[in-house]
């Protein structure tokens, strides 16, 4: 997914697109991270890509390694 999301998007579009049966890595409950879960799953160990590899891709949805964008946050 390579699409970008002004913030209000990504609640009617896109976490809505994840959401729809059969949903995304098979789970239909997916939300935007508020900022005390945003802090669990960003690893401050890492620079470019600061996500930890329990978010790699491995549901066959074509991204590579990560569908988080290697950018800064």
């Not at 699409?3 to 609640?11: G, I, K, Q």
């Not at 690893?43 to 891709?57: E, G, K, P, T, Y």
């Amino acid at each position: 997914m390579t699409d970008t999301y002004f913030y209000d998007e990504a609640f009617t579009i896109f976490i809505a697109a994840l959401n729809i049966p059969s949903c995304f890595a098979g789970h239909c409950d997916w939300q935007l991270p508020d900022l005390k879960e945003l802090h669990g799953i960003v690893n401050c160990q890492r620079f470019a890509l600061s996500v930890s590899a329990a978010f790699n891709d491995d549901t066959g949805s074509g991204c590579s390694t990560s569908c988080t964008a290697s950018i800064d946050y």
